[in-house]
Nanobody, 132 residues
Framework: QVQLVESGGGLVQPGGSRTLTCSGS????????VGWFRQAPGKEREVIGC????????????LYSDSTERRFTISKDYTDNTVHLQTNFLRLEDTSVYYC?????????????????????WGQGTQVTVAS
């Protein structure tokens, strides 16, 4: 069964960091594009960035939106079928539920998307609360 599960959320102080993990099961996650999104209460879902799926001879690279001012980075871990979102210099306004998503329908170069509509598998989300 294809499944995504986010983990790593919690309470963090302003200026702190948190590593969120998107774990895939039932498929080889690094091969597929993965997007990271977040949604705060009363607000629309917001894209953070994404990372391309790997091709036969190359590894996917990340792409970021401007929403987090490049404070966050996306990377893959090939040892345990995960994609990480490293969040740094966290602010109160970063408090949100963070989601990862993937698309099992690949385009020609396995590139990722900054639009949520392009993804067909979502995790349940993990809450990050930034507070002093």
């Amino acid at each position: 069964q294809v499944q995504l599960v986010e983990s790593g959320g919690g309470l963090v102080q302003p200026g702190g960091s948190r590593t969120l993990t998107c774990s895939g099961s039932g498929f080889h996650l690094p091969y597929y594009p993965v997007g990271w999104f977040r949604q705060a209460p009363g607000k629309e879902r917001e894209v953070i960035g994404c990372i391309d799926g790997d091709g036969r001879e190359y590894r996917g690279v990340p792409l970021y939106s401007d929403s987090t001012e490049r404070r966050f980075t996306i990377s893959k871990d090939y040892t345990d079928n995960t994609v990480h979102l490293q969040t740094n210099f966290l602010r109160l306004e970063d408090t949100s539920v963070y989601y990862c998503a993937t698309s099992l329908v690949l385009n020609a170069d396995h590139s990722c998307y900054l639009k949520s509509q392009k993804y067909d598998r979502w995790g349940q989300g993990t809450q990050v609360t930034v507070a002093s």
